[in-house]
């Protein structure tokens, strides 16, 4: 029986790459992956950076794609891999798997199934953004990404103040560009204008820390749009 290995790939930086996550990929019969053409551009990228640790892609086959729409049913298709003896590696888009991306399905089923699962750690966003923020990171609240329906979005930021009482804890929150200045104000009408630490292009040459208020904050979006993926960190304002 083969063993699943849940990968952790650079959030912007090759560097940022492990030598056991070069050696699970480089090896693993099958990759699967959210999307098949980021991946490949990654193992090309690693294959001409690390071609002493990376040279084993040689004749495998190209990744298979596993993502939130078709989780259900790749499932059955990795498990017989799997139980044919494959070797088989979970990547993301970037970061570690799992974290607000598809997988834990897939975990779940492994273990219920007596399949090895090993985690190769690495890099992750929520981590990295967590040790930037400057807040207190004794305890912290992530919550992934604000839910889409607005009746169940204002039931969220109530769900947030209501940890805050209970636990004093920093919150850290995912969003995307389109929405960021959505999401501020919604965030400014329940809790007040607190402030809020943006992160985005982590690791990256052009990465970016900014500290202000709600109001500050949407003011500089309203001047400048939003690009990349952002992580949000709160203070508990209690």
Same mark, same amino acid.
Request: aromatic share 8%; net charge positive; glycine share 8%.
């Given at each position: 029986?083969?063993?699943?290995? *849940?990968?952790? %790939? !650079?959030?912007?930086?090759?560097?940022?790459?492990?030598?056991?996550?070069? +050696?699970?990929?480089?090896?693993?019969?099958?990759?699967?992956?959210?999307? %098949?053409?980021?991946?490949?551009?990654?193992?090309?990228?690693?294959?001409?950076?690390? $071609?002493?640790?990376? &040279? /084993?892609?040689?004749? @495998? =086959?190209?990744?298979? &794609?596993?993502?939130?729409?078709?989780?259900?049913?790749? *499932?059955?298709? *990795?498990?017989?891999?799997?139980?044919?003896?494959?070797?088989?590696?979970?990547?993301?888009?970037?970061?570690?798997?799992?974290?607000?991306?598809?997988?834990?399905?897939?975990?779940?089923?492994?273990?219920?199934?007596?399949?090895?699962?090993?985690?190769?750690?690495?890099?992750? &966003?929520?981590?990295?953004?967590?040790?930037?923020?400057?807040? !207190?990171?004794? @305890?912290?609240?992530?919550? /992934?990404?604000?839910?889409?329906?607005?009746?169940?979005?204002?039931?969220?930021?109530?769900? *947030?103040?209501?940890?805050?009482?209970?636990?004093?804890?920093?919150?850290?929150?995912?969003?995307?560009?389109?929405?960021?200045?959505? %999401?501020?104000?919604?965030?400014?009408?329940?809790?007040?204008?607190?402030?809020?630490?943006?992160?985005? #292009?982590?690791?990256? =040459?052009?990465?970016?820390?900014?500290?202000?208020?709600?109001?500050?904050?949407?003011?500089?979006?309203? @001047?400048? $749009?939003? +690009?990349? #993926?952002? =992580?949000?960190?709160? $203070?508990?304002?209690?």
């Amino acid at each position: 029986m083969g063993t699943l290995f *849940i990968v952790a %790939t !650079p959030i912007g930086n090759l560097e940022d790459i492990t030598i056991r996550a070069l +050696r699970a990929l480089s090896e693993a019969d099958i990759i699967a992956c959210e999307d %098949t053409r980021r991946t490949g551009q990654l193992l090309g990228s690693l294959q001409r950076k690390y $071609p002493d640790l990376f &040279s /084993g892609r040689e004749g @495998k =086959v190209p990744p298979l &794609s596993y993502y939130d729409q078709n989780e259900t049913q790749k *499932i059955p298709q *990795i498990i017989s891999l799997l139980n044919e003896g494959k070797n088989v590696a979970l990547v993301s888009d970037a970061g570690t798997p799992l974290i607000s991306d598809p997988g834990f399905k897939l975990v779940r089923e492994c273990i219920a199934q007596g399949v090895t699962v090993s985690s190769i750690p690495g890099p992750s &966003s929520l981590i990295n953004a967590l040790v930037l923020a400057g807040l !207190p990171t004794d @305890k912290f609240l992530f919550l /992934g990404y604000p839910p889409r329906k607005s009746g169940h979005r204002q039931a969220f930021y109530e769900t *947030i103040v209501q940890s805050w009482r209970a636990f004093k804890t920093t919150v850290v929150l995912f969003e995307a560009p389109h929405k960021l200045a959505k %999401t501020l104000e919604e965030m400014q009408g329940t809790f007040g204008d607190i402030p809020v630490v943006l992160l985005r #292009e982590m690791t990256k =040459v052009y990465e970016e820390r900014r500290e202000d208020m709600i109001s500050g904050q949407l003011a500089r979006l309203r @001047k400048k $749009p939003p +690009r990349g #993926e952002f =992580v949000l960190v709160l $203070p508990c304002p209690f």
